[in-house]
């Protein structure tokens, strides 16, 4: 294209405007919107007043909700692990094993995401429901207490959350073991490596990044997370995000409530910059979906 | 290979089969739960425990004119959102992925950080924005909510898709005298309309069933999550989850019926 190539600066801008402009004025207005915000005084129907004295908004907020940030990591935490020990056979299947039903199974790991997420989320409660098809045949051998339940526990909260971002571990973990060259692990076989030996010292190690890029992609939306905390916990499983949509929808309290999302928000930037300066912005991008 | 090895070799792959099937019913079978639920009968008003079987909440599916308005509301919605989303998005990737210029690493990473913000921090900002701003929470910023989610989505589908076209292909169109004009509509845009489509349908999906964003910058508007959530104590109706069965059997036979027709097209190429 004769045109594109003589104005070289100006045909990416054009393309960039319109997406740039949306990105901006609704995603970075916002963030910087709210940050302003955490230096605010009063209530929805007090008005604000707007001090840089206000900063004491934060050390506030963090020692009134220590307890759910500190539980929001650890479930994060937990469910990220969860994840990663259901997703990494599945991915190693599908992309080894699976031949030409790949395509299909690959859906079948997006499929989660065309039906409502609050209905799969209210799901597990029939699932995990005192009498259901897991603890019902438990009881019934007598395996388990009569009493036992799953639901409305810690446990249930974060098979919840694992449950619902799971895919997010799954596609790029898949993606990274597709892209293996398979003549290195021929090469492995002919040079007498055992298939676990090919595994650990091959396979493994180059997954690395879809690993990383997988559980960024876990962690961040789940200790975000308040769906299940609220539908499948108890008032003891709160987490931040509950903490921060009472506060915005029911309390009102603005400033409170942007000083805790900003703090959320750094905590998790950090960590993608520092993921990115690991594996270059490039890696992480491309590996996200 | 020893004998002894063989056994664990054939016993590992066997166990991986089973794990990943198990990890498949894990996946799956909440979906199923939600179609299985649409054919109960209820006693009481939660529909969380299995009764009977009956045909009744299809049958009824437009009884609650609330839900109606609901399902109707986040069709628009995401309709709307879609397109926008899908067209700015796909500009923006054709820029990323063919240009090199100033700050494209930069601005790689800016539209990268929507994915990686928790959505409560995404709804969150938003409404302090427009609250700040005095605009009135609707369906106005609720469509502009969902635009903003969904192009990074669409960007990055479209970069995965954009990064293999063959650029020959429209320097050969070129060299035959095509304007740039007509090399777009005639070699580009039907090489990338596979990858527009995949990307529409995710947009679609992902602003159908968003809820955290939606809840705190839809003001009075209901969608169809929002229905859902605000019933969550009274009781969900069962005609809830048929319109989701039906919402996802509609999806994947669009997902189906695009693999068919690209297999199709594959297939007639030499």
């Not at chain 1, 003589?6 to 916002?30: H, N």
Request: proline content about 5%.
């Amino acid at each position: 294209m004769r045109i594109f190539r003589s104005r070289p600066a100006l045909v990416p801008t054009l393309l960039l405007v319109p997406g740039l402009a949306w990105l901006g004025s609704f995603y970075l207005a916002p963030n910087l919107q709210m940050f302003a915000s955490s230096f605010w005084s009063g209530t929805l129907e007090s008005g604000f007043a707007f001090s840089l004295a206000n900063w004491v908004n934060y050390p506030n907020a963090l020692g009134t909700y220590q307890e759910q940030y500190v539980r929001s990591i650890q479930y994060g935490f937990a469910a990220t692990l969860l994840c990663f020990a259901i997703a990494f056979p599945l991915a190693y299947y599908i992309a080894f094993k699976a031949g030409r039903a790949r395509s299909v199974l690959l859906f079948l790991v997006v499929a989660p995401f065309f039906t409502s997420y609050l209905l799969r989320t209210i799901g597990w409660r029939t699932i995990l429901g005192d009498e259901s098809i897991v603890l019902g045949p438990l009881k019934f051998l007598g395996l388990i207490d009569d009493g036992a339940r799953i639901l409305d526990t810690p446990f249930s909260v974060v098979a919840g959350i694992a449950y619902n971002f799971i895919p997010f571990m799954i596609l790029p973990i898949y993606v990274s073991l597709e892209k293996i060259d398979r003549r290195l692990l021929e090469a492995a076989q002919d040079l007498y490596a055992s298939s676990w030996g090919a595994f650990r010292r091959i396979t493994l190690p180059l997954s690395v990044p879809g690993i990383f890029a997988g559980s960024l992609l876990t962690f961040i939306p789940a200790i975000g997370d308040f769906i299940n905390a609220e539908l499948l916990g108890n008032p003891g499983t709160a987490m931040i995000g509950n903490v921060i949509q009472r506060q915005f929808l029911v309390v009102r309290d603005y400033p409170t409530a942007a000083a805790l999302s900003f703090m959320l928000m750094v905590l998790i930037l950090a960590g993608v910059t520092l993921y990115g300066r690991l594996l270059g912005t490039e890696e992480l991008t491309s590996k996200a979906i | 290979m020893g004998v002894a090895q063989r056994i664990v070799a054939a016993l590992g792959s066997r166990v991986l089969t089973v794990y990943a099937a198990m990890a498949l019913v894990y996946l799956l079978l909440p979906i199923f739960m939600v179609a299985l639920f649409s054919f109960n009968d209820p006693v009481g008003r939660s529909n969380y425990s299995w009764s009977s079987f009956t045909f009744d909440n299809w049958l009824t599916l437009f009884r609650d004119p609330t839900l109606v308005k609901a399902v109707g509301t986040s069709l628009r919605i995401a309709l709307v959102s879609t397109i926008i989303a899908t067209t700015i998005g796909t500009l923006m990737a054709m820029a990323l992925v063919r240009y090199r210029f100033r700050f494209r690493k930069a601005i790689d990473l800016f539209v990268f950080l929507p994915l990686a913000t928790p959505e409560i921090v995404l709804g969150a900002s938003l409404l302090t924005l427009f609250v700040t701003l005095q605009i009135p929470l609707g369906e106005l910023t609720l469509i502009l909510a969902h635009v903003m989610f969904n192009v990074s989505y669409v960007v990055v589908t479209m970069k995965a898709r954009l990064s293999g076209f063959d650029m020959r292909l429209e320097e050969a169109a070129a060299d035959l005298g095509a304007t740039p004009w007509q090399t777009f509509w005639k070699v580009t845009f039907p090489l990338i309309l596979p990858g527009i489509a995949a990307s529409a349908v995710l947009a679609f999906g992902l602003s159908l069933d968003d809820f955290v964003i939606t809840r705190f910058n839809a003001g009075q508007v209901q969608t169809f999550p929002v229905y859902i959530y605000l019933k969550v104590q009274k009781g969900i109706p069962p005609q809830v989850n048929a319109f989701a069965t039906l919402f996802f059997v509609a999806t994947v036979s669009l997902v189906a019926i695009g693999a068919l027709l690209q297999r199709r097209r594959a297939n007639l190429k030499p």
